[in-house]
């Protein structure tokens, strides 16, 4: 079975500090890996998504997440949050252990103190 | 582009009542999906359909049916509505599976009391 964890419900940083939002996954086989940003009272919106080339992927508003084999992760980071990405994070995998459908996690709320 | 759009946006229910939810797609994308999101539990897939006439359980289905009778549309219902369904909606689409990413409607949030 396929799954996806996302460690830390809640998360704060400073206005201008790194951003690092853990996300693991379990698969016998590589998956392809998502994530996904809520604003408050909308939909989700895709940021990036791994799909077994590089294995370093670069988003939209300057968020990159790293696919890691060895430690079954895919951390999305950014090097100076601003005001602007308060928000819920989601991460998501896909591939042949899930049927193809998506599984998300939990969710990571991001807090920017100003 | 419209994307995905989801009528209605809110609604109150009173127990025991019905009433359905509408997902529209104009991208002409041939899978579609219906999630309930609720506090602490993220995202979970309740019915979802792989083209127009099909449909399929996801991982919550009990309580709601839904129909693909247009590629555009998917249809949520609720039979018989309970606290428990209170919760925020969301309608997806994808052009496939696998490494297509969703494209989410801005959901429908339901309160039954």
């Known amino acids: 079975a396929q799954s996806v964890t996302q460690l830390g419900s809640h998360v704060s940083v400073s206005e201008g500090a790194l951003v690092l939002l853990r996300c693991n996954y379990s698969?016998?086989?590589?998956?392809?890996l998502f994530w996904y940003v809520q604003y408050p009272n909308q939909g989700l919106q895709l940021l990036l998504k791994?799909?077994?080339?590089?294995?370093l992927v670069k988003g939209i508003n300057g968020f990159e997440a790293e696919f890691k084999k060895s430690e079954t992760s895919f951390h999305l980071t950014k090097p100076s949050a601003h005001m602007s990405d308060a928000a819920e994070y989601f991460c998501?995998?896909?591939?042949?252990?899930?049927?193809?459908?998506?599984?998300f996690g939990t969710g990571t709320s991001l807090t920017v103190i100003p | 582009n419209a994307g995905v759009t989801q009528t209605p946006k809110f609604r109150v229910l009173k127990t025991g009542q019905s009433m359905t939810l509408l997902c529209a797609q104009d991208?002409?994308?041939?899978?579609m999906y219906w999630y309930r999101q609720d506090p602490g539990m993220g995202l979970r897939l309740i019915h979802y359909?792989?083209?127009?006439?099909?449909?399929a359980k996801g991982e919550v289905p009990d309580g709601y049916n839904v129909s693909r009778l247009k590629k555009q549309n998917f249809l949520l219902g609720l039979e018989s509505a309970a606290p428990s369904q209170t919760s925020v909606y969301f309608c997806?689409?994808?052009?496939?599976?696998?490494?297509?990413?969703?494209?989410f409607g801005s959901g429908t949030r339901l309160t039954v009391v």
């Open positions: 997806a689409s994808s052009r496939g599976s696998g490494n297509y990413g969703y494209t």
């Open positions: 698969s016998s086989v590589p998956p392809y």
């Open positions: 791994y799909t077994s080339a590089a294995t």
């Open positions: 998501a995998v896909s591939g042949v252990d899930t049927g193809n459908q998506f599984y």
């Open positions: 991208m002409n994308h041939e899978y």
């Open positions: 359909s792989v083209g127009e006439g099909t449909t």
